[in-house]
């Protein structure tokens, strides 16, 4: 009989650096945080060790996936791991999906790389639950992922946080691609929005152009967007605001990537700067693992 209900428990496998979200994300959904051991060898090889059992259970590795090219054999040895010792099922809990950027091929010989990487995922794991994918010509994650998959939308958690945190907030998205989310999240304050016009000329050569912002004066500007990298944009777009006689913004992002200096950079233009915890960084204010656990409970249980 305990065997029994040990086995109806979900078990999670945190990949180094992940320990603190699977956490949140076991107590959630009422189920057990695994052991996995992992190690470099001399040369460079992974050595990976499933340390608790995963026979008979349903399995979730839990894996942010910015920065992903030194986390993905990990990954992949850690799925093969777990069906080896006879895993029900094993799914992954990415709160970062990666891969979405290149959806097309713009030059002779370009890879797209989302479908590529898209395939070799979908190979390993038997479902997927993350939190909105920078989706951009694809319609859903079904157009390049082959397993079920659950997205979670970040809004909400965003939303709240700005109701408490924000007197009086004037949503900004800086560029027409962030409408989707800021114009969600606006109606789920009861504020306005407004979205900036955006040309770039190159990785961190990004011009903003702003609409009559008069009307708004009054107002605490809030700008939000999905994923912050270089951050140019929302620096240009923060600059832009301040150099028309508002106060500095909030930035508020999803997805916290923060490549070199662009952290530093946009912290001297904003009046402050939140996240959510897909991915770990000091910025990170807004919790998103309920969500999440929500999201993936349906495919974590089923069997």
């Keep these: 009989m305990m065997a029994e209900k040990i086995a109806d428990r979900p078990l999670l496998f945190a990949l180094p650096g992940n320990e603190d979200f699977a956490s949140r994300l076991a107590s959630a959904l009422e189920a057990e945080t695994g052991e996995l051991e992992t190690r470099s060898f001399p040369d460079g090889e992974t050595y990976l060790r499933l340390a608790t059992s995963p026979a008979g259970r349903n399995v979730a590795i839990v894996c942010t996936l910015d920065r992903p090219d030194p986390k993905f054999l990990p990954l992949v040895f850690a799925a093969s791991a777990a069906r080896q010792v006879g895993a029900r099922r094993v799914g992954l809990i990415a709160p970062y999906l990666c891969y979405l950027r290149q ?3 713009f030059q002779p010989g370009e890879v797209v790389s989302s479908a590529t990487f898209a395939r070799a995922l979908s190979r390993e794991i038997d479902w997927l639950a993350t939190v909105d994918p920078h989706l951009h010509r694809y319609g859903s994650l079904d157009a390049v992922y082959t ?5 979670i939308a970040s809004a909400p958690a965003i939303a709240e946080w700005i109701r408490h945190m924000v007197e009086r907030p004037l949503l900004i998205g800086p560029d027409m691609e962030s409408e989707q989310w800021v114009s969600i999240v606006a109606k789920l304050v009861d504020a306005p ?19 009559d912002m008069d009307e708004w004066r009054d107002r605490t500007p809030v700008l939000v967007d999905d994923i912050v990298s270089s951050a140019q944009t929302m620096i240009e777009a923060a600059r832009r605001l301040r150099s028309i006689g508002l106060p500095p913004p909030v930035c508020v992002a999803v997805h916290a990537l923060f490549a070199e200096e662009g952290f530093a950079t946009l912290r001297k233009n904003a009046a402050r700067i939140a996240t959510t915890n897909t991915v770990a960084h000091l ?3 807004i919790d ?16």
């Design 288 to 303: 998103i693992s309920s969500s999440l656990a929500a999201g993936a409970r349906s495919l974590l249980h089923s069997r």
């Design 193 to 211: 929005y407004r979205v900036l016009r955006k040309e770039r000329f190159g990785d961190r050569d990004v011009r903003i152009s702003l609409p």
């Design 147 to 151: 397993i079920p998959s659950s997205v």
């Design 103 to 105: 959806d097309k091929s």
């Design 283 to 285: 910025s990170n204010a």
